[in-house]
């Protein structure tokens, strides 16, 4: 699988679902903070959903 294919559905989620459109903040530091919180956000909520399956199944 070509690798920008995988990548473009983690961007999708993030501007779609998570209404993270656009970067309200100026400067290389302040973006790159930015992009990290909201990956952030996106790893704790799919840790979150992943260990709630796991709970259901047990």
Do not use: C, P
Request: aromatic residues 12%.
């Amino acid at each position: 699988m070509n690798r920008s294919i995988q990548a473009e559905g983690i961007f999708g989620v993030m501007k779609y679902d998570r209404w993270h459109k656009r970067l309200v903040r100026r400067g290389q530091i302040k973006v790159e903070l930015d992009i990290y919180l909201v990956s952030i956000g996106f790893n704790l909520h799919k840790f979150y959903t992943k260990q709630i399956r796991l709970q259901k199944v047990a």
